[in-house]
């Protein structure tokens, strides 16, 4: 059986103990990471350039956020960890996906990202293209093993499956995404940028939020307190992500700052201010913590912490 270099640690009559966050965060990072090595086609007939492309974005150390979105709510609502990694690893391919695709020339053209060369930078723009099409792909043949592996009722992964490509695509991140590019010609008000907020960066949040909650069994309620605390850190996620634009430390990003004002993005604190984008931040996190009092969860503390973790963020 594989170890983990962040596995808990088992008291004298072998009972788990609990973890700090960041131990937590990190382990379930590992697990992630674990399982995106096994699912990987490689041992498909899939030529070697277009293999190294994927793997080397999905491998260039992001914090794994919606893949833990997935686990946390997924063991908040009762269900196995195990069972969820198929669905949390898909998730993190199509986040990729998205990245890949957004820092080429024709979108934001960056350099940078998780603190290396861009993929279109080391492997061209067309191998970049298609690694990312190709992660897009791939993500619904792991959402499929949950089923297939774990057997989590195929009823659940079809909604799974639906939710992901409605979130993903032309109503979701896609939509999103768009909709932020044309916002470059000028934004007029703050409730385009709240859709282009929700949609480009929400979406595959509350996704993964959902995916947990569906892999556990969660009922109508429970969806919905997930959706509601989705929706929130998930705007809360993408006014952060303005903020350290603005005034965040390049070596923790792993990015390039400034690329908001370079290319003439409205953000939450081009409309607001800074400390007013900072002030929004604690109110969605409040927000969010309240759906997870409500929620009617087996265990709400992780989901609790990982919303303020979230507010505080540098990185
Ligand atoms: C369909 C596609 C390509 C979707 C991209 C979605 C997305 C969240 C991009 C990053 O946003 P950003 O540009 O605000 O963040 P960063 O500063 O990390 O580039
Ligand atoms: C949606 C946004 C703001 C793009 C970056 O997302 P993350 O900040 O989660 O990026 P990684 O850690 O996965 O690289």
Redesign the pocket.
């Known amino acids: 059986m594989t170890r983990f270099e962040h596995e808990p640690e088992k008291n004298s009559e072998g009972e788990t103990l609990r973890q700090s966050l960041e131990d937590y965060i990190a382990f379930l990072g590992d697990l992630v990471s674990h399982e995106l090595e096994v699912i990987l086609p490689t041992q498909w007939m899939v030529p070697e350039n277009l293999q190294q492309a994927m793997k080397y974005s999905l491998m260039a150390g992001g914090k794994r956020l919606r893949p833990l979105l997935v686990i946390i709510a997924c063991e908040a609502l009762g269900g196995s960890r195990e069972a969820a990694l198929p669905v949390a690893a898909a998730i993190e391919m199509v986040?990729t996906?998205?990245?890949?695709?957004?820092?080429l020339p024709a979108?934001?053209n960056?350099d940078y990202?998780r603190g290396k060369l861009t993929n279109h930078k080391v492997f061209g723009e067309a191998t970049a293209i298609l690694a990312?099409d190709a992660l897009l792909t791939h993500a619904f043949y792991s959402v499929v093993q949950a089923s297939r592996k774990f057997g989590v009722p195929a009823e659940s992964v079809l909604s799974i499956v639906e939710d992901l490509a409605e979130m993903?695509g032309p109503r979701g991140?896609?939509g999103?995404?768009i909709a932020?590019m044309e916002g470059e010609q000028g934004l007029t008000d703050l409730e385009q940028l709240k859709y282009i907020h929700l949609h480009?960066?929400g979406d595959?949040i509350i996704f993964s939020l959902l995916a947990g909650g569906r892999i556990a069994g969660a009922n109508e309620h429970q969806l919905e307190a997930l959706h509601k605390f989705g929706t929130a850190i998930g705007l809360a996620f993408?006014i952060q992500?303005?903020i350290l634009?603005l005034v965040g430390d390049e070596g923790k990003l792993g990015?390039k700052t400034g690329?908001?004002v370079k290319q003439h993005?409205v953000t939450y604190p081009y409309f607001i201010g800074l400390e007013a984008s900072r002030e929004e931040v604690k109110q969605l996190t409040e927000t969010a913590r309240n759906a997870v009092l409500n929620g009617g969860f087996h265990d709400n503390q992780r989901m609790l912490e990982i919303a303020d973790y979230l507010m505080a963020r540098d990185h």
Do not use: C, E
């Open positions: 986040h996906y998205s990245l890949i695709h957004d820092d979108m934001d960056d990202r990312g993903a991140m896609v999103g995404q932020d480009k960066t595959l993408q992500d303005d634009d990015k690329s908001d993005k």
